[in-house]
């Protein structure tokens, strides 16, 4: 990884709402040295930086300020929010080939620009463009980690600590599969504080039909948020500043990600929400969580969905 103790840099693509309130993060958890800030929006971004450079004097230096593809060239972390968001209404695979175009525009001046760090990306559909900015790119697998159902899980742990009536952080449980309607919750391997869920849950006369309604509605929270105030940011902003901690810090830590199985689930060629090891070389394993079997035929009915839209937009 290019300059990992000397002086760690980010290049941000994409500083819409879940871009800027990434930096923001980043700027509040003093996480990298620089910060460089790309978008079409060249006025926006300016405004944007000098709006984030006042945060320093409170929270530490980091150095944020606009800039171009070429920045990459020395960059650390690239990462990719840069797309149109999703209308009420639209799902995040209707956004597909939109999307498709503004990544291939981003993707291949990153390359050329001599970037050797590693990409992480959030723009939807997340699962497709996260397999096509590999294969764009032509990194290593590894190198290239999408946030796939990082936010999923994140709603699911909150949904199940207010209905359980326990801390947040006891929660051990994870949404697997597409950053979408084809996600679903690992019940087998889920915990409260080491305890197996479905039995916490028993103990407190919450049924499976009402987990199974929670599900539904941590599956739903995306498009209801969208309906009520046009877009969801902070969650996933979150989750990519997170993420960049661990890759930064060389954390090995394990967390919700889009991740590109290779025998996992017996899935191979797809990223798919699923946990791993994350620290400085990207990927360094991924975890296959133990599933029903149940939750493994919609792990498989996940997987073949994100691969026939992959197959019309990438031509796989
Ligand atoms: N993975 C996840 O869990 C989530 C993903 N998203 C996705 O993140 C993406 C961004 O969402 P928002 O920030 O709300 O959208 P936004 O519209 O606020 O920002 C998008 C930004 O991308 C910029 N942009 C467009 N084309 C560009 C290009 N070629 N180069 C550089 N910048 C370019 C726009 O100028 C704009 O500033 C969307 O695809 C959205 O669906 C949003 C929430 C959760
Ligand atoms: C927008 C989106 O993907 C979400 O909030 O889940």
Redo the contacts with the bound molecule.
Sequence with gaps: MANQTIHQKVVL?????????YAFAMLQQQIADELVI????TD??SGDALDLEDVQPLTGPLNVHPGTYQDATDADLVVI??????KPGET?LD?VNK?LN??K??VKPIVESGFAGIFI??????DI?TMATQKLSGFPRERVI???????SSRWQVALANRLSVDLRTVDAYILGE?GDGQFAAYQAAAIAGQPLLAVAAKQGVSQLQLTDLETTTRKK?GSIIGLKG???Y???T?LMRLSRAVLHNENIVLPI?APVDGQYGLHDLYIGTPAVINAQGIAQILEVPLSADEQAKMVASAKSLQAIAADALGD
């Design positions: 693509i994409g500083d819409g709402a879940v871009g800027s309130s790309v978008d079409i929006q926006h971004v929010t840069a797309g149109v968001p999703r995040r956004l999307n503004i990544l525009t981003i990306v959030a723009a939807n559909p997340v463009l999408g946030t796939g159902t990082s936010l999923d950053h995306g877009a969801t940011f969650g996933v902003a989750s889009g």
